[in-house]
């Protein structure tokens, strides 16, 4: 090794420890987001950011990508912005402090932070505590989960054309099967509605029928559909795609379908169009065009064409499967990022889950992680960093620098956690 590239490795390993150091909750001199009277947020230079590591490889994943937010926008700004990470407890190290998963505390300083950002957390199927995600949704009232999909180049993919998956997914986060208004077969709320819809509705159900029930509101589900059609045209996007199974589900499905296109036509009468409006001649210049589609046909759609999908608005269930499966085409979850967004606080996220059988071993991938950091980095309006931290993720991908889930399909060399962020801050530069 020459003496050049020995000295340069010195200063990368001294320079990550600072900043891995940088972690640590004493950081002094923060600020926090001020929210106004309108709900806008004022953001310091000198942030700080609420960070909860997780359960499992979130401690692993967390570390890793909070290295390469603090290198880019070391990068970006200089000394001029940082952020100051406020370590908050939930999952099982709160459990183990506090003797509860999720502590009034810890939501207390979620809500101070405003802004957050999250490793994955344990939820124990059947018995046992309600999701902590879900809970912390409904608290902060995030009732948007934004996904932002794209294919990097260099990623094993199980599709011919990746590279056409560009898509946001925008799912309703807090009412549909996901509100959590269900009960046991054999418990007594399950017995009196059982009884309630034999007598007043004529409807039977057997004495072994769980119940769950699905609530879509006007309010939340034209909410969502306008926070979709604002970040489009934010960002010149092309369609908003109104996914439901409205031909099943009139009255909750078909509803959310409807409410959306009134929203548009009524908000967003000048910047919006309908397909059906384009396709009798209408013309579309500068205008976001509105569609809908079917939950089951927009599976195989997103497959078969992708490349006229570009946001997509949909209800809680049908975002939960479509988000997962659109991943997929791009190499899988490990690689998509997420942020559950409010109209005032934000939580961002890792949107794999804890995989248990990889905690405490650096191994797992952080890439969901550091994009979701760079989703917050555009959230606050530093863009220039989030532009550094994808510009360099991109590079680091197409050099086929991955870890072990990317690296036995591609048969190249594994690398830790610590060392993929390593590789990924090298190749950051100021455009
Ligand atoms: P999982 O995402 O943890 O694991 C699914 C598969 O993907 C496993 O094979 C795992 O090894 C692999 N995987 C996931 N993330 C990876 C990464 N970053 N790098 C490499 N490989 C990765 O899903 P699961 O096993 O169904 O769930 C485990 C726990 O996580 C459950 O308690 C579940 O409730 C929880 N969970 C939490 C969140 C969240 O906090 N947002 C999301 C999903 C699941």
């Excluded at 100051?84 to 506090?98: M, R, S």
């Excluded at 948007?144 to 794209?150: K, S």
């Excluded at 089951?296 to 809680?316: G, K, S």
């Excluded at 990889?358 to 991938?365: E, M």
Aim: with cysteine.
């Amino acid at each position: 090794m020459t003496a050049c590239a020995e000295s340069f490795g010195y200063y990368l390993k001294s320079r990550l420890t600072f900043l891995i150091n940088k972690t640590d909750s004493t950081w002094n001199s923060m600020s926090y987001i001020q929210v106004r009277e309108d709900s806008k947020l004022e953001i310091p230079d000198d942030l700080t950011i609420g960070f909860i590591e997780g359960d499992g490889i979130g401690p692993d994943i967390s570390r890793a990508a909070v290295t390469v937010i603090n290198s880019c926008i070391e990068l970006a700004y200089k000394e001029k912005r940082r952020i100051g990470w406020k370590k908050i407890l939930a999952g099982d190290a709160a459990f183990e402090k506090t003797g509860k998963h999720l502590p009034q505390e810890s939501l207390d300083e979620l809500k101070k932070c405003v802004v957050s950002i999250k490793g994955p957390l344990t939820t124990p199927i059947g018995e046992g505590f309600r999701s902590l995600n879900v809970t912390m949704r409904q608290y902060f009232d995030l009732y948007a989960n934004v996904r932002p999909i794209r294919y990097f180049p260099g990623v094993p993919s199980p599709v011919k054309n990746p590279e056409k998956v560009d898509m946001v997914v925008f799912r309703e986060n807090t009412e549909d099967l996901y509100a959590g208004i269900e009960w046991r077969y054999d418990s007594d709320e399950a017995k009196k509605l059982r009884w309630f819809l034999k007598e007043d509705f004529q409807v039977k159900l057997t004495d072994d029928t769980g119940i769950g029930i699905k609530p879509i509101s006007k309010f939340k589900s034209q909410r969502l559909v306008r926070k979709a059609i604002q970040y489009a045209l934010a960002n010149r996007r092309k369609s908003v795609t109104l996914v439901h199974k409205g031909n099943i589900m009139k009255y909750t499905e078909g509803a959310f379908k409807e409410w959306g296109y009134d929203l548009a036509a009524t908000e967003f009468k000048d910047q919006t169009i309908r397909e059906d409006e384009l396709q009798q001649g209408a013309p579309a210049a500068w205008r976001v065009v509105m569609k809908d589609r079917i939950t089951d046909n927009m599976f195989q759609q997103v497959l078969t064409r992708t490349d006229e999908y570009d946001i997509i608005a949909t209800t809680n269930l049908n975002g939960d499967y479509l988000s997962d499966a659109i991943a997929a085409q791009v190499g899988g979850l490990g690689l998509a990022p997420g942020g559950n967004i409010g109209d005032v606080y934000a939580i961002f996220e890792a949107v794999h889950g804890t995989a248990p059988k990889y905690a405490g071993q650096d191994v797992a991938n952080p890439t969901s992680l550091i994009l979701s950091g760079g989703m917050m980095l555009r959230h606050i309006g530093w863009t220039e960093a989030a532009n550094i931290l994808e510009e360099a993720l991109t590079l680091t991908y197409a050099d086929q620098k991955v870890t072990q889930d990317l690296a036995r399909v591609l048969k190249v060399k594994a690398l830790s956690g610590t060392e993929f962020a390593t590789e990924v801050i090298k190749r950051m530069k100021v455009p």
